[in-house]
C-alpha cells in the first residue's frame, strides 16, 4: 500500500478481531494470583465479545495458576490471555520449571490433589505444553477449534 499522499488525512488505524494484542500479567507465584487471573481472562473475553466462555475459562486458568504455584520455581508468573481465531481463545501460565505436567487417569483415587489436568482436559479443545531453556508455558485453547 502507498503511503498517503502530501496533504491527506491517514487512513485509520484498523483494529485486528485476532492474533496480537494479547493481555497478558505477570503475577506473584501465589495461591492469591488466581483471583487475579480469572479478572484478566473476564476482562479479555469481554472486549472480544465471548462472554459465553468465561465460565469455562476461569476455571481453566484457575487450575493453570495452581499448577504453576505448587510446581513452578521463582517468585513470578506470566499469565498470557490471547485469540488465535475468531470464537477461540487461548489461556497459558508460564513458570521458570522445566517440568512438563501430567495427565492423571481418572482412576487414581487415591490422589486428593492433582485432578485439574482432568478439568483442563474435559472443557478445552486441546491444551499443551511449550518447553523452554528456563522453563514452560502450559496452555489450553477454548471455542472453535483451532488446529
Known sequence: MAPPAAGSAPEPAASHPTGHPAYSQT????????????????TALTVWGLEPLIEDATLVI?????????????????????????????LGVVDRSKTAPTLRTATDEDQSRGRGLLLIDALTERWGTELYRWGKQVWAELGEATT
Open 62 to 90: 484457575t487450575e493453570l495458576v495452581s499448577n504453576a504455584v505448587d510446581h513452578g520455581r521463582l517468585p513470578s508468573i506470566r499469565v498470557i490471555v490471547s485469540r488465535p481465531s475468531a470464537n477461540a481463545i487461548r
Open 27 to 42: 503475577l506473584p507465584r501465589e495461591p492469591r494470583s488466581a483471583a487475579v487471573a480469572r479478572r484478566l481472562v473476564r
